[in-house]
Structures are given as structure tokens and as C-alpha cells.
């Protein structure tokens, strides 16, 4: 049930530098202000994955907080596993080159942390949405040629999904594509429906 008194006058922040969460969260039709948070993304000892990017998605949300005490703040995070281990950002090409190579003919598992925070009334909403990408055998050659063209070193996985990088995959298994790029769209719309923002009468 929708929370009893609305917020859609309060502002809505992303608090993400991210230029793929940003584009995502525009087809929303909504209007919003990013706000890039400082926040430590270390794991800690012995975290899942799953409570990883559930944490640093809150972190991010009340780290904006602070210098927002009264808006409607969204976080969020995002990391891949592959039997079991962690792929960040693999930040240069021979990284990515063995991001890749590991993902070859594997099921890898995009987890993504999403918070939605009403620093006014101190309400928060979190979870975590996955969505699995099954990856052709991939030989080096075809990484290489891939990596050159899109260079996606800033990229959970060391590819775009929304662009030649769908070329690598096999198949995909999820509820929301939108979630395999970072902002899992259909679980922040209901979201925000619980904070009287429904983005169809916007």
C-alpha cells in the first residue's frame, strides 16, 4: 500500500556519477539532480555479494542525505559473480581481458543494490535484483577486437550491454533488463509509487 502522505513535491536525487544510471532514470519522464556521493566501497569480511551492493547502495543514499535532508534520495550498486567471486570494474584492458576470459561459456549474476531513501521522513525501501547472463565461448581474439571497439573499463564486467556487448552472450535470464545496466526500473517505479510518485501521471 502506498504510503499515506505523498511526497512528489519533495526532490528527487540519484545520488550515482553514473552516465548509464542517469539515462536510465531519465526515461522515466520524472525530473531529477544527480549528486555524486564519496562513500568506502570495500568489501567487508565474510559479506555475500547480495549484502554488499544492499549496503552500498544505502550508504549512498544517506551519504547524500546529508546535504539533503529533505528529498527523495535513490542509491544503488551493482557487482557481477562468476562461480562465486566478485567482478568489480576491472578499471584497463588486461583486466578486462581476464573478466572475460573467466565469464567465457559461464552463467554470471548481476547483482544490483537499489535503495530509495525519504531523508525527510527517514522512510527507506532496499533490495537486490538480480539478472544472469549466460556468455558465448568467447575466444581471446574476439575479447580483444570487443574491448578495443568499446572500451568499457568503468563497466561491472568489462561490458555494455546496450551495446556491442550483447554480442557476447548466449542468452539472458531476468525480470528487468534495465537492472543489467545498473537501475533496475521496474522495482524503482514501484518504489516510488510508495512515495505517492506515480510515473504515469507525472
Avoid: W
Avoid at 60 to 86: N, T, W
Avoid at 132 to 154: A, D, G, M, S, T
Amino acid at each position: 500500500m502506498p504510503y499515506s502522505d505523498p511526497s512528489s513535491q519533495q526532490q528527487l536525487i540519484l545520488a550515482s556519477s553514473s552516465p548509464f544510471r542517469r539515462e536510465l532514470l531519465s526515461r522515466l519522464g520524472v525530473e531529477f539532480s544527480t549528486v555524486s556521493p564519496d562513500i568506502d566501497e570495500s568489501e567487508q569480511p565474510d559479506e555475500s555479494p547480495e549484502r554488499l551492493v544492499i549496503r552500498l547502495a544505502e550508504n549512498k543514499a544517506r551519504e547524500v542525505a546529508k546535504e539533503h535532508p529533505d528529498a527523495l534520495i535513490i542509491g544503488s550498486d551493482q557487482v557481477a559473480v562468476v562461480e562465486g567471486k566478485i567482478l568489480g570494474k576491472p578499471g584497463d584492458h588486461e583486466k578486462a581481458i581476464e573478466q572475460l576470459m573467466q565469464a567465457s561459456g559461464k552463467r554470471v549474476s548481476f547483482l544490483t543494490g537499489l535503495c530509495l531513501l525519504n531523508s525527510e521522513a527517514g522512510r527507506i525501501q532496499v533490495c537486490c535484483e538480480p539478472f544472469h547472463v549466460i556468455f558465448r565461448v568467447l575466444q581471446r581474439r574476439e575479447i580483444e577486437n570487443y574491448l578495443h571497439k568499446e572500451q568499457p573499463y568503468n563497466c561491472a564486467g568489462s561490458f555494455k550491454s546496450e551495446g556491442l556487448g550483447i554480442s557476447l552472450f548466449e542468452r539472458l535470464e531476468g525480470d528487468d533488463p534495465n537492472a543489467l545496466i545498473g537501475l533496475p526500473l521496474i522495482r524503482l517505479i514501484a518504489m516510488l509509487r510508495n512515495e505517492g510518485i506515480d510515473v504515469l501521471t507525472k
